[in-house]
């Protein structure tokens, strides 16, 4: 396994990746018009590369025999410190592995790097978002200090989805 950072010649791959993962764990609980939407939205090339070559977010890839596997991404600024009391918190905003490459420590190196990058950064909180019925990235979130801050929801095409909002205080 390889972990480095995105760079413009990602984009194609990484919003493939993105948009697979994003289908494999969540595709069946939409309508087809509604994921199509989202998908032509968050995870077209075009939106990953502005991202890539922004100052907004910074993107963690992870690679196993020359494909794209897994990936983390933290925002900042967070489009949720209205929620928070934190002077400067940062966003996790996608934590994601292709089926087959979870359960084998990549998403805990990926949270470890999150972390170390939010202190570095002098952040003094991590926000994240997980759907309400996504039990075992909770889990997941909560055996790494994360807890529930707030009831959300997440905008899928016109589909409206129950999310909770998680904090880890650093």
Known sequence: MIFRPATPADAPALAKLGADTFVAAFGHLYRPQDLAAFLAEVHDEA???AEIA???CTHRLVEHES???AFCKLRHPTKFGAYTDARDPIELGQLYALPGHTGRGIGAQLMDWALEVARAGG???VLLSVYAENFGAQRFYQR???GKIADITFKVGD???PEYLYELKL
């Open 47 to 49: 939106a990953v590369a």
């Open 54 to 56: 922004g100052n907004e």
């Open 67 to 69: 494909a794209l596997v």
């Open 123 to 125: 952040h003094d909180a």
């Open 144 to 146: 790494h200090g994360f």
């Open 159 to 161: 589909h409206l989805d």
